[in-house]
């Protein structure tokens, strides 16, 4: 499979445009997928110039290295496209519904084949939510 991969929130923290610290997992579990699973990864992230290159050389350095880069295959110039979405089978990004899961629940998904089940829409309850407390309610109880 192709999988799309964030940077900022996925592999590492949220410190744009620094590099943020490491994900617990994020790099070994790529590294896993690519390597033993044989998925074919691209770095698919809003980072451009040297910025975009600062997150390709920190990833190369923990030896995580990408089938392409904000495009669909490493021939692609991703400026002559006319929009930033590439192509793939799965993408993960710390910006979807229900956030980013722990890295070992994402390689038990897609290693399973489970990332491709639906989500029952009868499973959700809106009054199951819980609800934020103000802090005068949490102070006072």
């Not at 940077?7 to 590492?12: L, M, Q």
Request: proline share 7%.
């Amino acid at each position: 499979m192709v999988i799309a991969v964030d940077f900022d929130g996925t592999i590492v923290t949220h410190d744009y445009p620094r590099i943020g610290k490491p994900i617990p997992f994020a790099i070994h579990t790529l590294l896993k997928l690519q390597q033993e699973d044989h998925h074919q990864l691209i770095l698919w992230t809003v980072r451009e110039g040297d910025l975009l290159k600062e997150a390709v050389d920190y990833c190369a350095s923990k030896g995580l290295e990408f089938y392409a880069v904000n495009s669909n295959y490493p021939e692609e110039n991703p400026e002559s496209r006319a929009n930033r979405k590439v192509t793939a089978d799965i993408y993960i990004d710390d910006r979807n519904l229900g956030g980013l899961p722990d890295w070992g629940v994402i390689y038990n998904m897609i290693h399973t084949g489970k990332h491709n089940q639906p989500v029952p829409t009868d499973s959700f309850n809106p009054d199951s939510v819980p609800q934020k407390k103000s802090f005068l309610s949490k102070l006072f109880g």
